[in-house]
């Protein structure tokens, strides 16, 4: 039966914001009404498929320094940004009747704006909280603010207090891996876990020859503590010592902002041969990123192992995008926990642990290369199928039935 859904998140398109863009192109497909806002972010060239739904997106940093401070300021201390979130979206809601609020989040925001919103219209209220502020550890926060690291503390206090106050009142939340579900089962039991996933219509095997080994990554670093290249460069290394590839044939194709490319030219010049197999690129649109995955020899995700210090419980888009194109998957650093449980599961690669095993890797694959002219993985396709937007789709639309 049709459903109105009202989303309400802090990223669409044109921004890049996957999770919800599919799931609006396909509940638009199922005959629902969406009706979505956010806020415009500072990067908005993504093309992504999002249906019918009507989308506004609402301006709210200021291009002042004074008035970004300001806003800064009103937002720890008054929760200025959710109260001007809601108040742009009041207007549109006039004489409007809808079924569910779906709320999906990076952390906190908007999750006061939807909740306030579910309230006043008498709606269920539906959370996805696509990262926490728990799953990045502690020192992360005080890598953001290395000459005050109490000040990111004291800030990521704030916000979790804001969510946990949400996350009791919501009558379901969803969640993007099973310590997600685990984890938040403190202020809620009601916890569903929906990964990421992939577009079958867009993201499928596709035989293409190329004329080089690609190593490829596409997306941001944020930092080294998170995403660590170290044991692909050590082991790249060795294979190239020991003479068992050629770097001749072999590149390393980093699709990334300015600063992600910076680090990782400082990461690597420990390894004085592989200099000359870096190639950078701006950040790719999505739009393009099946045809760059289809040409690689390998897909690159970059990860660590989960501790309390690190990050636990991130599941990469990446990921679900190379399984989609059935191209090996060379998870570096392995976390030992979700992403490698997934990747062993459908078989797609492997996450390593440990310089050797990716060696092994790497010259399995360079050989196949070398041998067919491309790269493939066998895949367990029963798996591979329970990772796609459509099943995605249709877990949503059956917590939102439960709660009504």
Not at 311 to 319: A, C, D, E, Q, R
């Amino acid at each position: 039966m049709k459903k109105r859904i009202l989303i309400i998140t802090d990223a669409l398109p044109p921004s890049f914001a996957p999770r919800m863009s599919y799931l609006m192109n396909e509940l638009s497909a199922k005959g629902h009404d969406i009706t979505a806002f956010a806020i415009e972010q500072p990067q908005n060239n993504c093309n992504l498929p999002t249906g019918n739904a009507f989308i506004r997106n609402f301006v709210y940093t200021s291009s002042s320094p004074i008035i970004r401070l300001l806003q800064l300021i009103g937002e720890v201390l008054f929760d200025y940004k959710n109260k001007w979130f809601y108040r742009q979206i009041k207007p549109y809601l006039r004489g409007k009747t809808f079924d569910v609020v779906l709320c999906s989040s990076y952390e906190t925001f908007p999750l006061p704006a939807a909740l306030k919103i579910a309230q006043k219209f008498q709606l269920p209220l539906l959370v996805d909280l696509r990262d926490i502020t728990e799953q990045f550890g502690d020192n992360y926060y005080k890598n953001r603010h290395p000459k005050a690291p109490w000040l990111g503390k004291w800030f990521a206090k704030i916000k979790i207090r804001q969510r946990n106050k949400v996350l009791k009142q919501a009558n379901a939340i969803s969640t993007i891996s099973p310590w997600h579900q685990d984890f938040l089962r403190k202020w809620n039991k009601q916890v569903h876990l929906i990964y990421n996933g992939y577009d079958k219509q867009l993201f499928y095997p596709k035989t293409q020859n190329s004329t080089y080994f690609d190593i490829v990554y596409t997306g941001r670093i944020i930092n080294t503590q998170l995403r660590n290249p170290d044991l692909l460069f050590a082991a790249l290394q060795e294979l190239i010592e020991q003479q068992q590839i050629c770097p001749c044939f072999v590149r390393m194709l980093w699709y990334t902002d300015k600063a992600s490319q910076a680090s990782i030219v400082d990461a690597v010049q420990k390894y004085p041969l592989l200099a000359t197999l870096m190639r950078f690129y701006d950040l790719i649109p999505a739009k393009d990123i099946p045809a760059l995955l289809w040409s690689s020899s390998v897909v690159l995700v970059l990860s660590n192992k989960a501790t309390q210090e690190g990050p636990k419980g991130i599941m990469t888009t990446k990921f679900f995008e190379a399984l989609g194109t059935e191209k090996p998957v060379l998870c570096v650093r392995s976390d030992e926990a979700c992403l490698a449980s997934a990747i062993e599961k459908t078989n797609a690669g492997v996450a390593a642990t440990n310089v050797e095993e990716v060696k092994a890797f790497l010259l399995e694959k360079y050989q196949q290369w070398r041998q067919q002219g491309y790269t493939q993985q066998a895949v367990n396709q029963a798996e591979k199928s329970l990772f796609s937007r459509q099943e995605q789709a249709q877990a949503f639309e059956n917590i939102i039935q439960s709660i009504l």
